[in-house]
């Protein structure tokens, strides 16, 4: 790479390039200084992120990276919002301990991605100036030749690809490793090679994913492509905050659902939130006092996360109805109740006492938001939870009902 000439930028400018690569990122490959010294130079870069579309919702953890997205986007960078219908049929292995048991069609993939335009633009602009592209990376990846595969594949060893964590766990276990999704980092790591671009941004378990393209760049190019990290939105047991068990915290989220749903995390979940999610100041974040003011700092993240993706008003009335149904416990005085055994399935037992008219109306429920238990102050986030102790549950917007477990 030639050398640039070091003069920092004035004023506000050079703020936010150290606010870029600082705040929300985890690390930066070769290093931070190489990369800080090209954009310090004045020259814009092509950048991208992929998003392999197995669910049709983009969530709060996915906000991370737009977020970073945006800033990249507002100091006049070439973005590109990469949708992976190529990748998305390989089945990227990050994280998994089995292989999965199913990979989606091209077909599945498109359908799953149609809305992420609209959602991810709660967050980025796709139009006006300087607007973010989309692209689809099965516009190349589905016309490569036998022999353009063999050429990408040759720049890779089988110790190279299966000395991921996860793929040690799983020989360790004994469980399968499919060669299709053995193979994805290379698909993943041709993108880079197919749009020529200079970084490439991500969540820090996509890091060997990402290196896989900057060394590809290197082999086929003889190009330095930079990487750079973000940290995954977890609390401080490293649990994901974004995803559990049959449920999403949406972008898309109604204000109250998105509201109620923040505000059933946990309290260690405060400061990354603050952190990764927000503009509030690092030296505000600091003084912060959890173990005094969780409550109100957390309906405080809740409010501006609720304004950031719907509008200030919508956070208000958000927040008043958070405090009408939990707070003030305004619930009515008479409540329908039914008895039922512990261990039971609660949708199972609401549809078995009519409060539902079947168990797919009680998934589209906790998918919304709109299952609450009121004893926790909490919404329900897991469609499978079973009973294991009297419950007074608000279903919707006005349906009340006591659980009493014998």
Same mark, same amino acid.
């Given at each position: !790479?030639?050398? $640039?000439?070091?003069?920092l930028?004035?004023g506000?400018?050079g703020?936010?390039?150290?606010e870029?690569?600082?705040?929300?990122?985890?690390?930066?490959?070769?290093?931070?200084?190489a990369?800080?010294? $090209?954009l310090?130079s &004045?020259?814009?870069?092509r950048?991208?992120q992929?998003?392999?579309?197995?669910?049709?919702k983009?969530?709060?953890?996915?906000?991370?990276?737009?977020?970073?997205?945006?800033? %990249?986007?507002?100091?006049?960078h070439? $973005?590109?919002?990469l949708?992976?219908d190529?990748?998305?049929?390989?089945?990227?292995?990050?994280?998994?301990?089995?292989t999965?048991?199913?990979?989606?069609?091209?077909?599945?993939?498109?359908?799953?991605?149609?809305?992420?335009?609209?959602?991810?633009?709660?967050?980025?602009?796709?139009?006006?100036?300087?607007?973010?592209?989309?692209?689809?990376?099965?516009? %190349?990846?589905?016309?490569?030749?036998?022999?353009?595969?063999?050429?990408?594949?040759?720049?890779?060893?089988?110790?190279?690809?299966?000395?991921?964590?996860?793929?040690?766990?799983?020989?360790?276990?004994?469980?399968?490793?499919?060669?299709?999704e053995?193979?994805?980092?290379l698909?993943?790591?041709?993108?880079?090679v197919?749009?020529?671009?200079?970084?490439?941004? &991500? &969540?820090?378990?996509?890091?060997?994913? !990402?290196?896989?393209?900057?060394?590809?760049?290197?082999?086929?190019?003889?190009?330095?492509?930079?990487?750079?990290?973000?940290?995954?939105?977890? *609390?401080?047991?490293?649990?994901?905050?974004?995803?559990?068990?049959?449920?999403v915290? &949406?972008?898309?989220?109604?204000?109250?659902?998105?509201? @109620?749903?923040?505000?059933?995390?946990?309290?260690d979940?405060?400061?990354?939130?603050?952190?990764?999610?927000t503009d509030?100041?690092?030296?505000?974040?600091?003084?912060?006092?959890?173990?005094? *003011?969780?409550?109100?700092?957390?309906?405080?993240?809740?409010?501006?996360?609720?304004?950031q993706?719907?509008?200030?008003?919508?956070?208000?009335?958000?927040?008043?109805?958070?405090?009408?149904t939990?707070?003030?416990?305004?619930?009515?005085?008479?409540i329908e109740?039914?008895k039922?055994?512990?261990?039971?399935?609660?949708?199972?037992?609401?549809?078995?006492?009519?409060?539902?008219?079947?168990? @797919?109306?009680?998934?589209?429920?906790?998918?919304?938001?709109?299952?609450?238990?009121?004893?926790?102050?909490?919404?329900?986030?897991?469609?499978?939870?079973?009973?294991?102790?009297?419950?007074?549950?608000?279903?919707?917007?006005?349906?009340?009902?006591?659980?009493?477990?014998?």
């Open positions: !790479m030639k050398a $640039v000439k070091k003069d930028p004035a506000k400018a703020d936010k390039i150290t870029l690569l600082t705040r929300g990122v985890d690390k930066i490959y070769p290093s931070k200084e990369l800080e010294e $090209v310090r &004045g020259k814009k870069l950048l991208y992929g998003f392999d579309p197995t669910g049709d983009l969530h709060i953890g996915h906000m991370v990276g737009l977020r970073k997205h945006r800033q %990249w986007q507002d100091l006049g070439e $973005v590109i919002f949708i992976g190529g990748t998305g049929t390989a089945g990227d292995p990050t994280g998994k301990k089995k999965r048991e199913k990979f989606f069609t091209k077909e599945e993939l498109r359908e799953n991605a149609k809305d992420y335009i609209s959602q991810a633009s709660k967050i980025v602009r796709f139009d006006g100036p300087n607007p973010v592209k989309i692209l689809y990376n099965g516009d %190349w990846l589905d016309k490569l030749t036998k022999v353009e595969i063999l050429n990408i594949a040759e720049h890779f060893s089988v110790q190279q690809l299966i000395e991921r964590d996860m793929f040690q766990e799983r020989l360790k276990n004994k469980e399968t490793i499919n060669l299709r053995f193979l994805y980092p698909l993943q790591a041709y993108d880079s197919a749009m020529d671009v200079d970084l490439e941004l &991500g &969540g820090s378990d996509q890091t060997f994913n !990402m290196l896989a393209g900057r060394m590809l760049m290197k082999a086929m190019k003889g190009k330095e492509k930079f990487v750079m990290t973000t940290p995954l939105l977890s *609390d401080s047991k490293g649990v994901k905050i974004g995803k559990s068990e049959g449920n915290i &949406g972008l898309t989220d109604l204000a109250p659902e998105l509201f @109620g749903k923040i505000m059933s995390l946990g309290d979940a405060i400061i990354p939130m603050f952190t990764l999610l509030t100041p690092a030296e505000e974040i600091e003084k912060f006092n959890l173990k005094k *003011d969780a409550m109100a700092l957390k309906k405080k993240v809740a409010s501006l996360l609720v304004e993706l719907h509008n200030k008003t919508s956070a208000k009335t958000a927040e008043q109805i958070f405090s009408d939990f707070q003030k416990k305004e619930i009515p005085e008479k109740e039914i039922t055994k512990t261990g039971e399935l609660l949708s199972e037992v609401l549809v078995k006492n009519k409060i539902l008219a079947s168990k @797919g109306e009680w998934h589209r429920l906790v998918e919304g938001g709109g299952a609450h238990d009121l004893e926790k102050n909490s919404t329900i986030t897991d469609q499978n939870i079973k009973i294991t102790e009297n419950l007074t549950l608000k279903i919707g917007k006005k349906r009340f009902v006591k659980v009493l477990a014998g």
